[in-house]
């Protein structure tokens, strides 16, 4: 049996660095707050939560003389210019493609356009994106853009970690309904890169491990895309949830991993694989 690792399974450049960061901070001040949790994988919760970074409900929970780090998915303005108020330490660990989002909607309100966001209901990142400006309208499916009234002008963003293909059936209904549309294809190219590994893994290989959680959007929709083209595809948070009856009559097994799981998740998952399947060689990456 052979496995095939995706090359960017795993931690994107922005969720690494805000993980570091959030190590960083503690470790200068001793403790950080959050006010939600800065990734959405339960393990480097913890992790973080073991070096003193604490999730917090609200600003009144961070003590004056601790910083307040804004996580990764993005951060409402008025929440921004709620803690400046109370003079706490911000540090921003904002990802830069997600910062690059919120710039583009604001430029599309000031043309005088409906704007229009392609994404999650109540994600964090979708949450601050749509609070850039005012009364934007959030699309989530093509259900929803067919429900939606004809308008003269509108601007079209997307959450990050969208699928291209729910982005592109959305962008045709809407191309009926607006007569002047803009679309900023906004689905950040690790996204787009993951996307397109794991499309060619689910093809070329008999199972398929998606790791991640359950709470992550952007590993929830990798282990729909792997389905959809290889129905012995699993989704797991640890190597502890992998079962041997999945890779009976298996020669090869792909690997991919959502944005917010660590290096030392994957490694654990491709061990237990290895011992599963008596595997003694080095596991081959996906190009």
């Known amino acids: 049996m052979k496995i095939f690792v995706a090359k960017d399974a795993g931690y994107c450049f922005g969720v690494r660095d805000a993980v570091n960061l959030a190590y960083d901070t503690a470790q200068a001040y001793g403790e950080v707050y959050m006010l939600g949790t800065i990734v959405h994988n339960e393990r480097v919760i913890k992790g973080l939560s073991d070096v003193g970074a604490k999730v917090v409900e609200s600003l009144d929970d961070v003590p004056p003389d ?94 990050s970690t969208q699928m291209i293909e729910n982005v592109q059936e959305i962008m045709n209904v809407l191309m009926e309904k607006v007569f002047d549309l803009r679309f900023i294809n906004t689905i950040c190219f690790p996204t787009r890169r993951n996307h397109e590994q794991i499309k060619e893994l689910a093809i070329n290989n008999d199972v398929m491990i998606i790791i991640g959680s359950f709470t992550s959007a952007n590993s929830k929709r990798l282990a729909q895309l792997s389905l959809e083209r290889n129905k012995r595809s699993f989704q797991v948070t640890s190597a502890n949830e992998l079962e041997a009856s999945w890779f009976k009559d298996c020669d090869s097994v792909g690997i991919s991993a959502g944005a917010s799981t660590p290096d030392d998740v994957i490694e654990e998952v491709i061990v237990r694989i290895k011992e599963v399947g008596h595997i003694t060689e080095k596991e081959k990456i996906y190009e």
Do not use: Y
């Open 66 to 159: 601790k910083p307040l780090l804004f996580r990764a998915h993005g951060t409402p303005p008025e929440l921004w210019e709620a803690a400046s108020n109370k003079n706490l330490k911000l540090i921003d660990g904002t990802c830069p493609l997600v910062t690059e989002i919120h710039q583009e909607i604001k430029k599309l309100d000031d043309e005088g356009r409906r704007t229009i966001i392609i994404g999650d209901h109540g994600h964090d990142e979708v949450i601050a994106i749509a609070a850039q400006v005012k009364n934007p309208i959030i699309i989530s499916n093509i259900e929803e853009a067919k429900s939606l009234r004809k308008m003269k002008m509108a601007g079209v963003v997307s959450q």
